[in-house]
């Protein structure tokens, strides 16, 4: 096993001037699980890519353990990798096509059957060994790709987005498997997604890349509870956390018909970077319901609740557990969004006016101007 380093590690392709990893530092425990995630074009599998040995570096280093295999061929960088459309062989058998890369570098039949046989009954594959790709479903294809990378023990897994050819509840059931079968083996993964609930579910920790940059590196909870930025505020978690620009008052911010206390020392850095408003960020969740029309019944806690933002419905999701209300409201004489998370069993009308405000210490400030975090 071995850590992975990205020491400022940069990726230009040729006929660009804009570097499509840029200044890459991440530094990956032994054994870590660790997830990349960011919209199309950010540079996640680009990272990956580079770290294989598929992409030449053209700045910094990357180490696996204490080893600079910066501009090492793929074959000595002992890693194996996952691809999303599974790359197997389609003469082959399952057995076959598990064994492929030991039969290459010259191991014996029987140990290479061996192994095969052990990752094959970790993996539920025991009786599909004799089959051919093309009798499997896409679970089990992808299966044998993870059954391929484990018998090679290699020092770290590469997985390229390799559950968005699965349909959603198998997508639900593999990654569950993948995540468990990495902490059972102890082997340094890394893991490209586009899919933040795969990444939040999986990952020991989370990198979010934007335009090539990494925005932020920490642990699932940590990335939910205090986002580094706006984009990273927006990006994780789903529903995605309302941000609402506000004007900064005495005591607060203004919302609505409310005034909503915040962290003093936000309002004092943005009031330091000349902002008269700071963006506030609010999860579907942390809202409470202070009059839902409708004439339903709320508790006394919420009737009393100060009036906030008035929400009109547009569309209701019922989930069975959860109600998600999506609404627009009015701030600063424009239109905005809004995701509000209500209990199940006092699900408003399209169309009525629902009143909100936010939970007192579960709102996220960001300047304005920069988009960093202010708040703790």
């Not at 990726?11 to 991440?26: C, E, W």
């Not at 990198?207 to 939910?224: E, F, H, I, S």
Request: hydrophobic share 40%.
């Amino acid at each position: 096993m071995a850590t992975v380093t990205f020491d400022k590690a940069t990726r230009v392709y040729p006929g660009s001037t804009k570097p499509a990893v840029d200044g890459l530092d991440i530094e990956i425990a032994d054994g870590e699980f660790l997830v990349l995630v960011g919209p199309s074009g950010c540079g996640k599998s680009t990272s990956l890519r580079m770290l294989a040995g598929l992409e030449d570096v053209n700045g910094g280093a990357i180490r696996i353990g204490d080893r600079d295999v910066t501009h090492l061929p793929p074959k000595d960088r002992d890693i194996a990798m996952v691809f999303q459309n599974y790359a197997l062989y389609p003469h082959m058998t399952v057995a076959d096509n598990m064994g492929f890369a030991l039969k290459i570098a010259g191991v014996n039949k029987a140990e290479i059957r061996q192994k095969v046989e052990e990752a094959a009954k970790i993996l539920d594959l025991t009786e599909y060994l004799d089959r051919k790709p093309k009798a499997l479903s896409g679970g089990q294809r992808q299966r044998v790709a993870m059954g391929r990378a484990i018998v090679r023990e290699p020092q770290v897994f590469l997985m390229d987005e390799p559950l968005s050819n699965l349909d959603a509840k198998l997508r639900v059931s593999t990654r569950t498997q993948i995540a468990s079968l990495q902490r059972r083996l102890g082997i340094t993964t890394v893991y490209v997604t586009h899919d933040q609930v795969e990444a939040m579910t999986m990952g020991d920790r989370v990198a979010v890349l934007k335009d090539g940059l990494l925005q932020q590196v920490d642990t699932p909870r940590n990335m939910y509870d205090k986002p580094a930025n706006l984009f990273v505020a927006g990006f994780i978690g789903s529903p995605a956390m309302n941000l609402i620009e506000v004007p900064i008052t005495d005591g607060g911010v203004k919302f609505g018909n409310s005034v909503v206390p915040v962290n003093r020392d936000a309002l004092k850095a943005a009031a330091d970077k000349g902002d008269r408003t700071v963006t506030v960020g609010v999860r579907p969740e942390h809202f409470d319901v202070a009059e839902l029309g409708g004439g339903a019944a709320l508790s006394k806690a919420a009737a009393d609740a100060p009036a906030g933002l008035a929400v009109t419905v547009n569309v209701v999701e019922e989930t069975g557990a959860d109600g998600y209300v999506y609404g627009a409201v009015q701030v600063g004489g424009e239109t905005k969004d809004l995701v509000v998370r209500v209990n199940s069993r006092a699900i408003p009308e399209k169309g009525a006016t629902v009143h909100v405000v936010p939970r007192p210490g579960e709102t996220h400030v960001f300047s304005t101007s920069t988009g960093e975090r202010l708040s703790d």
